[in-house]
Each structure stands twice: as C-alpha cells, then as structure tokens.
C-alpha cells in the first residue's frame, strides 16, 4: 500500500473530515495516508494538498477523484438544512441523518421512528 502526505490547508482552525472519514484536522498538519485516501482528499484542493516535493508529485502524479459538488460540503458551524421529513423516504432520510449528523439506523427501524429522530437532530442545532 503507498502512502502520501497530505496537508491541510483550509480556512478552520480545527476541521472534521466527514467526507473522506479521515478524522480532525488541525490547520498545516500533514498526515500519511493510503493512495487511495489522498486521490478522494485532494479532489477538496481548496481544503487539501499533496505534500510531497514537486519532484515526486511529477513523477507520480495524484488523480484526484471527482468533485463533490459544494452544496454536500458545509462549515461544521453552519445549521444544516432544514427538510419536511414527512415527504422524505426511507433512503433520503438515511442519507440526510448520514450527510448532516453523521447518524446511521439500524435497519430494523420505522419510517415514523426514523422521521422522529431527524426531527430531535435537527432540534439539536
């Protein structure tokens, strides 16, 4: 497995990485990651940098994986979005508790069940 440092370059002092699952972040630290991990980091090139010399970067360049469009990519301190849970199925509303509270249902759980709970997350902000 190749790893790769990569540092982080964005505007928070301190940044939770919930895209990539990569942890806390603390302005100019460099981290060693897997190949695979650092081509989905750098795709955030205003957040993340290659931090190999240019020498190695040119031999073996990083392809970053695609972009992710800014609308999914929000400040921690931002209130997420408020929704009609009501109108959501049962996907939607797992990918909303994933995206926006980092909160996974177990599978057994009701769509009623489910709606409640986003509800008390979002009452949490």
Not at 28 to 53: F, I, N
Not at 66 to 92: G, H, W
Request: with cysteine; hydrophobic share 35%.
């Amino acid at each position: 497995m190749k790893i790769i440092p990569i540092q982080y370059i964005g505007p928070s002092e301190r940044y939770e990485d919930s895209n990539c699952g990569s942890g806390w972040w603390s302005t100019g630290e460099v981290r060693q990651v897997p190949w695979e991990l650092a081509e989905q980091l750098v795709r955030y090139d205003d957040t993340w940098q290659d931090a190999r010399p240019a020498k190695a970067k040119r031999k073996d360049p990083l392809v970053p994986a695609p972009k992710v469009p800014a609308y999914i990519r929000r400040p921690l301190d931002e209130t997420p979005p408020a929704i009609r849970v009501d109108n959501l199925s049962r996907d939607a509303l797992e990918r909303y508790a994933l995206m926006n509270f980092n909160e996974r249902f177990a599978p057994d759980i009701t769509l009623p069940q489910m709606q409640r709970r986003v509800v008390q997350l979002m009452g949490a902000f």
